[in-house]
């Protein structure tokens, strides 16, 4: 079982940024595609981005398309997401997921390690 250690959430006003980071505790980081969850209280799992293991495909959800950008640096084992004119709407829990596969995925269901979570909110 690989770790997923997520850090770099807080607290931002509306229109500010955050760059989230995802540390691997596994060497086989790069074999595997990555992506970037969130959820906000009574609400499901939703996805927001994924990547594939060399950082040459990535896939955004419509609703951060344009505003959030996935990246990974597999030299260190980490996975990050750049998040740009954020919105009280992107408020929530945001988890990084590692992928049972090499390739992208926007369903959970592909997804079998997943870090504890970072809070992120914005304030209107």
């Known amino acids: 079982q690989v770790q997923l250690v997520e850090s770099g959430g807080g607290l931002v006003q509306a229109g500010g940024s955050l760059r989230l980071s995802c540390a691997a505790s596994t060497r086989t980081f790069s074999s595997y595609g990555m992506g970037w969850f969130r959820q906000t209280p009574g609400k499901e799992r939703e996805f927001v981005v994924t990547?594939?293991?060399?950082?040459?495909?990535?896939y955004y959800a419509d609703y951060v398309k344009g505003r959030f950008t996935i990246s990974r640096d597999n030299a260190k084992n980490t996975l990050y997401l750049q998040m740009n004119s954020l919105n009280p709407e992107d408020t929530a829990v945001y988890y990084c997921?590692?992928?049972?596969?090499?390739?992208?995925?926007?369903?959970?269901?592909?997804?079998?390690?997943w870090g504890q979570g970072t809070q992120v909110t914005v304030s209107s």
């Open positions: 997921a590692r992928n049972l596969y090499s390739g992208t995925a926007y369903d959970a269901r592909y997804y079998t390690d």
């Open positions: 990547i594939n293991r060399s950082g040459g495909s990535t």
